[in-house]
């Protein structure tokens, strides 16, 4: 676990606080209910999603941002009698989102591939977002910089809850189920802070040089 030692030290490092207007960002823990997601060795992805979330609700909160999610337990969000369950799902996402009206939606899932060699987190947005690209990339740089063998590239995806986002909106695939030390991994509360750390801070930073950009220049 010597990764993780040499990771947590860089907590110390302070993230930029949001100025002015409060930033909302909407958590999605992808699947739950019906639908477990993939599951490798009796690991489930929809369980370990929420418990990336959780931590990284915990993670916005402390510096300072409005958070809200999808889902807060167990449950996918659909109507027990819905002919398709996993359309009302998005469904309900989808309208939970443009209810609350955030300022970036995060949708947390996690990966397999037939070689069990492949790891890595990944971002992916949707073109027809303004913004999620800016998100996903920025998100994407900051984990191939942290000091883990990642560097992938952010990509566009179709997925219905990014794509139909009323606002930024990014897809991260926080790691692969079928590589058996990253499965190993991000079952802990050590790996997940970790995940959720780099987040933050890649989001905050994007929204503080946004922020910064955007104030008129002093004569």
Known sequence: MLIIALWLDTTQISTPVIANEQFHVVLDAGHGGFDNGACVNGVSEAGLNLQIVRILAQEFRAHGCAVSLTRTDSESL?????????VDDMAKRREKIRTLNPDLVISIH??????????????????????????ATAI???????????????????????????????????????????????????????????????????????DTDSRPAHS
């Open 78 to 86: 659909n109507s027990p009698y819905a002919k398709n369950k996993k």
């Open 140 to 210: 994407q740089n900051q984990f191939n910089q942290s000091g883990l063998p990642i560097y992938k590239t952010a990509k566009p995806t179709d997925f219905n809850l990014v794509e139909h986002s009323p606002c930024p909106a990014v897809l991260i695939e926080c790691g692969f189920l079928t590589n058996p030390r990253e499965r190993e991994l991000l079952q802990t509360a050590s790996y997940q802070q970790i995940l959720a750390y780099n987040i933050v801070t890649a989001v905050l930073q994007l929204s503080h040089d946004q």
């Open 110 to 135: 996690l990966n397999t591939y037939p070689l069990t060699s492949v790891n890595g987190l990944q971002c992916f947005y949707a073109n027809e977002t303004p913004g999620s690209q800016t998100y």
